[in-house]
């Protein structure tokens, strides 16, 4: 079996499309991230997997970093490396796996942007109802909120997947694994009048078996959702930054703040690891340092 690394790293590719069912996108950025090591190999004649060890590893991590590459743009470079060789143990193709015991540069980690429970009332309110795109809209952003979904997923969420009279929806996130998400009722009574008085207006007679549909009849794209999120929050007077993932952050962190369980939050969200959640407890922690250091008067 060769033991190639360009012909192996096609291999990976596959693997990662097909048995991972991780999207192009995702692929794409894998292969990309793996090429600059795969560079450093070719320069350092390293052509047989197998020949790779933990010095080789190390050293281009050094030479990542001292070329001006981000502790945040290494550790993503090293992160692909590392399943790359997983793989390749995996396959009996090295016997030992050299990017084991090399550790990650150690990164800042950026507290996501929340909005405050009035800043989304406000953007919630922000879409005119009376109108068959604005009541589109204002579903969109009640069903985000009440879900705490990806963007990808609300866009891609089709009229079967959405039962309102059972209260929950059903969506494929990452790696292709669906989950059952609540939808509640400030959610479920938007969407009601939205299937009943805006999406056939919005479809003129066509057909669609998604949720959401634009003037044209197509499905709703991310680009399409950015920019009403942009319109809303200027209509509200938001003046932060925000984007559509500030409304699953702000999902997240107000369920927590409000006594949910870590566990039960992460199920929601769809992370496969506890610790990716929990970084929404750091931003409930960091909301009562200001609210203690505004509010009291030895703060």
Known sequence: MTADLDALRDRYMIFLKAEKGLSRNTVEAYARDLAAFLDYCDAEKLRDASAVRREHLLEFVGRRRESGRSARTVARNL????GFFKFLLTEGIVATDPAELVGLPKLRRDLPDVLSESEVEALLAAPNRGKPAGLRDAAMLELLYATGLRVSELVALKLGRVDLDA????????????????TGPF????????????RPVLLKGRVSEYLFVTARGGSMTRQNFWTIVKKSATTAGIRKAISPHSLRHSFATHLLSHGADLRVVQELLGHEDVSTTEIYTHVER???KRLHKTAHPRG
């Open 79 to 82: 992160i692909a490396v590392r």
């Open 167 to 182: 209260g929950y929806l059903r969506t494929v996130g990452k790696g292709k694994k669906e989950r059952i998400v609540p």
């Open 187 to 198: 959610a479920e009574e938007i969407l009601e009048r939205y299937l009943r008085n805006a």
């Open 286 to 288: 960091e909301r009562l």
